[in-house]
């Protein structure tokens, strides 16, 4: 395995050095529960670190961290939807301008050979028109961010918690990246320091019952690999007799 890495997913040990800071800086905050690589409710993405903290006589609180080592990974969950969607439309109406342009001067684009040739869509890029390949280039980069790359904001949309935090090193830390509502702790000689404030965030009671239920779960998941617990022998158990 290569220098730098430690986890069996990959994971470099500068990302698994900020998951454990931002572990140690939920429990300081009486985040009691809390867990590393937690499913999170209503979407399809796991938290790096995911934290609960109970309160008196009410459910309690919930916090998600992210943690970035990189600059390429931190902007590739932080595409905001709404200028990218503007962005694809302008993008979208340039490319019907060319279109109709290029119809004009090469009238021979549709392939003639085929059994339905008028329904047949002209094939721009056999040109190797720069303007139109650029426009192409971006369109898809454009609607690959739309489907993927927009992690930070849906999370909050969802309100899959109270309270988000962005754990980078001091290296990577730049305001304008910080996504918005998000806090931001940075990472400085073997400790987080809160340099934002995040944006609180209501969530019903059963939401945060059912986070609290997740930290457990993916708790209970790091147990049994520490025990080497099997599900083997948690089928065996079940059908035991009493």
Known sequence: MAAGVTSRHAETAQHARLKRLALVWAQAQWFSASAMEVSLPKCRY?????????????????????????????????????????????????????????RAHYPNLRNRDSLFPEFDPENFTAIGHRGYTRLSRELRALQNRLYDCTKFEKLIRYRCANLFFL?????????????????????????????????????????????????????????????????????ASRYRPF
Do not use: M
Not at 203 to 215: E, G, N
């Open 46 to 102: 796991r938290a790096d670190v995911a934290a609960y903290r109970s309160q008196r006589r009410q459910i309690g609180s919930t916090v998600i961290f992210e943690c970035k080592q990189a600059l390429c990974d931190l902007r590739r969950d932080n595409c905001d939807s709404e200028v990218a969607r503007r962005r694809l439309e302008v993008i979208c109406e340039r490319r019907q301008i060319l279109e109709t342009h290029l």
């Open 167 to 235: 754990v980078v090193t001091e290296e990577l830390f730049r305001e304008p990246e910080i996504p918005v509502g998000w806090g931001a702790l940075v990472e400085s000689k073997g400790a987080l320091t809160l340099v934002r404030k995040p944006i609180w965030h209501d969530t019903t009671a059963d939401d945060r019952v059912r986070f609290l239920q997740r930290i457990a779960v993916a708790g209970t998941r790091v147990l049994n690999r520490q025990l080497e617990v099997t599900f083997e022998d948690v089928i």
